[in-house]
């Protein structure tokens, strides 16, 4: 397994927080050579906001996916703020450490994240779902109800 270090003054990433993020990343060129040429997925919704969520959302949208990011909680869009500030930092060391890539091959521009409390506009046009919601199984029951109905 790849070793990365992150660094960061904020108090929300933590060793787990930077373990997390690391996960996401480790096979960086495989993810973003299939990220980047699915013609079917676009449009991401991640559903969910805590470490695990903001990392996917920010690995979607280094890769020039359109994300949306839906959390109940207002203050989450601190955290993946936070997230996706350290690892634009990770995705820029890491592009710029590639040699895997063709150097023919098209770049892709990274996309905006947008942050929303209402599950239904996270949800509009979404080609893929990552659900990240809380290991409970009510919530989570509750949660994937509410996803098949809309």
């Not at 992150?6 to 990220?35: C, G, Q, W, Y």
């Not at 559903?47 to 020039?64: D, E, V």
Request: charged fraction near 15%; aromatic fraction near 4%; charge should be negative.
């Amino acid at each position: 397994m790849a070793s990365l270090k992150i660094e960061s003054n904020s108090r929300i990433l933590t060793k787990e927080l930077n373990a997390d993020i690391l996960s996401v990343l480790t096979d960086f060129p495989s993810a973003h050579a299939a990220m980047s040429t699915s013609p079917k997925i676009r449009t991401v919704a991640v559903i969910g906001c805590g470490s695990i969520g903001a990392s996917w959302a920010a690995l979607f949208a280094h890769h020039g996916l359109k994300t949306t990011v839906y959390d109940p909680n207002p203050l989450a869009e601190r955290t993946l703020r936070t997230i996706e500030a350290e690892a634009s930092k990770v995705f820029a060391s890491l592009d710029q450490n590639n040699t895997s890539t063709p150097a023919d091959e098209p770049s892709i521009t990274p996309s905006p994240i947008t942050f929303t409390t209402s599950l239904s506009t996270g949800l509009l046009n979404a080609d893929f779902i990552q659900e990240n919601g809380p290991e409970n199984l009510s919530i989570k029951s509750t949660l994937l109800t509410q996803i098949d109905a809309l």
